[in-house]
C-alpha cells in the first residue's frame, strides 16, 4: 500500500466510506411521473450493474445499494461491444390515470428481458432481435412495453437485462400513450421522406443506367440503395416490415448491407473519379477493399457478429478517408466532377465517422448522433447526382470534342489522300511489277528452303537414331529406354494393360573382366546382346542396354505368361549360346528378375515397377544365378 494511504487515520476512512455509501445509495430516487416530462431518456436515474459472468437472474440479483450497482453521468447506458451482461434499475411512483410505455430506443439489441416489480405481481417481457417480432406486446421497431398503473404512492419496480452481440448500449425512456404515438406519427414521416428520398434517387439511377448503359449510374444505386437497407435494418423498420418472422436473417443483415454497401463505394469511387488512371495504388487498394468486403458478408454467416461488424466498421474508415483525399486532390487539380463529389463525401464521411465512435461506445449516443449518417447521406444522395450529372456532362463534353477533333483531322487527311493518289497510282504499277518478280524469287527461295529443311531433318532423325544407340552392342541404350518406359507406362495407365520388364544381369561377369580382360568381356556382352535381339520379336517390345553387363526387355501388353516365354527363351538361349574370342571358347548364364504391373492411377509411378524388377534380379543372383525371379512371386 502507498505511504500516503497507509497514513490516513482509521476512522476517517471509514467515515469516508460511510458517506460515498450514503451518496450511492441515495443519489437514485424513485421517478415521480406526474413531474416527469414524456419521452426523456431516464438514464442518468436509474442504476446499472454490469454481471460480466452473466450469473445474476432476478432471483439472485443484488440489493440496489450492493457496491456492484452503479449510477450513470449520462442519459443514455453505453458498454460499446461486449460480452457482459448489462442490468439497468429503477422505480417509477404515480403512473396515475395515464397510460405509460417504456421504450428501449436500439431495435438490434439481442436480448432485453423487463421485469415489473409491483404490489400485485411481477411481470415479465422476453424481447430482442432473436425473437419473432409477433411476440411483441406493442407493434413497433424498438421494443416498447406498456407499464401498469399503480394506486396512489405505490411504486414500480423496473429491472432490465439486457445483452447483445451488437453495440451494447440502452436508451430507455418513458412515455405517456398519446404522446408516443404523436411523436412516432412525426417520426414517421421524416424518416419516410428520408427512405422515400434515398430509394426514389436509386431508382432514378437503375432507369438511367437502364437507357444510358453507363455503369456509373448502377454503382451509385448499389451505393444508397445498400445503405437505405442498412439504415433502415438498422433502424427496425425491415424486421418490422420485411422479414417480421425470420430473426436468423435479421440477425445477419446488418454486415451483409453494411458490406454492400463497402462493396458499391468501393467501385463507385474508383469508377467516378477514374482512379485507375490517375492513382493505380488507390485503385488496386478499392478493388482489394471491395473483395474484402465481400468476404466479410460471406463469412458474417460464420465468424462472431461482433468481429465481421467491427471489421467493416474499421473497413469503412479509410474507405471513405481515402474517397476524400482523392476528392481532394483533383479538386486541387480543377476536376469538377471531384469538387462535387467532395462536397457529398464530406457528409457521408462525417456521418460514418459519428457512428462508429457511437457504436463502439467512444462518444455519447444521442439522437444526432443516431441520425448523422442519414444527414449525412440526405446531403452526398444530392450532391453526389450533381457530381454523377457533372461527369456524364464532362464525358460528353469530351466526346464532342474528340468527334470534332476527329473530323478535323479526317478532312485533313482527305486532303493528303487525295494529293496522293495519282502518286499511288504509279506506284501500284510499280510495286506490281516488284510483286511479280518478287513473287518469283520467294518461290525459288522457298524451294531451296525446303530442300535444306528436309535434309535437315533427316539428318536430326538420324543424329537422333545415333543418340539413342548403345555404340558397344547396338541396342538401345539408357537414355532410350527412360523415354521410352515413361511413355509405354502412361499407355499402360490409360489402357489399362499390363506393362512387363525383365532385368538381365550376365553372370560372373567381372570374374571374366578380371580373368580374361575387357575386350573378353565386350565379346560376352556383345554375344548377350545378339541372343536377346532374337528371342525379343515382337515390334512393340524393346531391348536395351540398361548399363554395363546389365540389359533391360520392355514388354507392353503383355502379361505373366508372355513375360516368362520370353525370358524363359532368354535364359536358354543365353546358356546354349558361345562366346568365342581368338583361342578363347566360353560359356554364359544370366540372372534375371521379372516385375509385371497393370498400373492402376496416377500415383502409380514408373520407378515403383524398376525397383520391383531390381529386387527380383537380386533375388536371382542370390538364389544361385543362371535362374528367374519374379517380384512378389515364388521362383520358377
Known sequence: ?????????????????????????????????????????????????????????????????????????????????????????????????????????????????????????????????????????????????????????????????????????????????????????????????????????????????YYSRETKYIYYAGVFGSFALFQATLSGFTYQFLWPASPTWNDHALPVFLGFVLISESVFVRSLLDIKKHAPKVAAFYSGSAILAAVLVIASSFIPYRIAIISLIILALPINFLGLLVGIQQWSEGNKTAQLFTIAWVGTLFGAIILALSKLGLIERNAF???????????????????????????????????????????????????????????????????????????????????????????????????????????YNRRYFNDKFELEFKRAQRMENSLSIIIIDIDYFKMVNDDYGHLVGDACIQSVAEVLKRCVARPQDSVSRFGGEEFIVLLPDTPREGAWQVATRILKSVESEKVRYEELTLNMTVSMGIAIKQPGNNKDKPESLLEKADVALYKAKNGGRNCIFESDVENV
Not at 154 to 165: A, D, E, N, Y
Not at 444 to 451: M, S, Y
Request: charged share 20%; hydrophobic share 40%; proline share 3%.
Open 369 to 475: 448522433n443516431e441520425n448523422a449518417l442519414q444527414i449525412g447521406t440526405t446531403i452526398s444522395v444530392l450532391w453526389l447526382s450533381f457530381a454523377l450529372g457533372e461527369y456524364i456532362a464532362q464525358q460528353n463534353r469530351e466526346r464532342q470534342k474528340a468527334k470534332e477533333d476527329a473530323l478535323e483531322y479526317a478532312l485533313k487527311i482527305s486532303q493528303e489522300r487525295q494529293e496522293k493518289l495519282s502518286a499511288q497510282a504509279e506506284t501500284l504499277r510499280t510495286q506490281k511489277q516488284a510483286n511479280e518478280n518478287l513473287e518469283k524469287e520467294v518461290k525459288q527461295r522457298t524451294h531451296e528452303l525446303q530442300k535444306a529443311m528436309y535434309d535437315l531433318e533427316a539428318a536430326n532423325s538420324k543424329l537422333k537414331h545415333i543418340s539413342n544407340i548403345d555404340e558397344l552392342t547396338g541396342l
Open 1 to 209: 500500500m502507498p505511504k500516503n494511504v497507509a497514513s490516513i487515520p482509521i476512522p476517517f476512512f471509514l467515515l469516508s466510506y460511510l458517506l460515498l455509501t450514503l451518496w450511492t445509495n441515495s443519489a437514485i430516487a424513485a421517478i415521480d411521473l406526474k413531474n416527469f416530462n414524456s419521452g426523456e431518456l431516464v438514464g442518468s436515474e436509474s442504476l446499472f450493474l454490469i454481471d460480466s459472468e452473466a450469473r445474476y437472474d432476478l432471483e439472485n440479483l443484488p440489493e440496489k445499494d450492493h457496491e456492484n450497482w452503479q449510477t450513470s453521468s449520462q442519459d443514455i447506458v453505453s458498454l460499446g461491444y461486449t460480452d457482459d451482461v448489462l442490468w439497468l434499475a429503477l422505480e417509477l411512483v404515480n403512473t396515475g390515470e395515464s397510460t405509460w410505455f417504456l421504450e428501449v430506443a436500439y431495435p438490434v439489441l439481442d436480448r432485453v428481458e423487463i421485469y415489473l416489480e409491483h404490489p400485485e405481481q411481477t411481470q415479465v417481457y422476453r424481447l430482442g432481435d432473436l425473437k419473432h417480432y409477433a411476440e411483441r406486446p406493442i407493434n413497433h421497431r424498438n421494443f416498447v412495453i406498456p407499464l401498469p398503473a399503480l394506486e396512489h404512492d405505490q411504486t414500480l419496480q423496473i429491472f432490465l437485462r439486457v445483452q447483445s452481440s451488437t453495440s451494447l448500449q440502452v436508451p430507455v425512456k418513458l412515455w405517456q400513450q398519446t404522446h408516443f404515438y404523436n411523436e412516432e406519427q412525426s417520426t414517421l414521416i421524416w424518416q419516410g421522406m428520408y427512405f422515400g428520398l434515398i430509394f426514389v434517387m436509386t431508382f432514378y439511377n437503375l432507369c438511367l443506367f
